[in-house]
């Protein structure tokens, strides 16, 4: 099935998440976009806080680059 109203065809379909560091090359851990998106749309915001996934890896193909964790990058790319 293809869905048209989806921007997953500007990535690649091959999991290439880079951990993401700072100047000083120290991981950064942040939430998953996705993930918190997903939750907020459900949850409260106190809820999404304590819910909300951390993960050190983002995909750099998707535009703005979105932190993201593997389950996410999985189900947003291999739609
Ligand atoms: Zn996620
Ligand atoms: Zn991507």
Redesign the pocket.
Known sequence: LLSSDSD?S??PLVF?TLDRVNEDGKKIRRKCTNCNTRISSNKSRKDARKLGKQTYTY????PGQ?Q?CREC?ES??NK
């Open positions: 997953a500007v990535c290439e995909c750099g193909n998707c979105p993201m990058f947003i790319h």
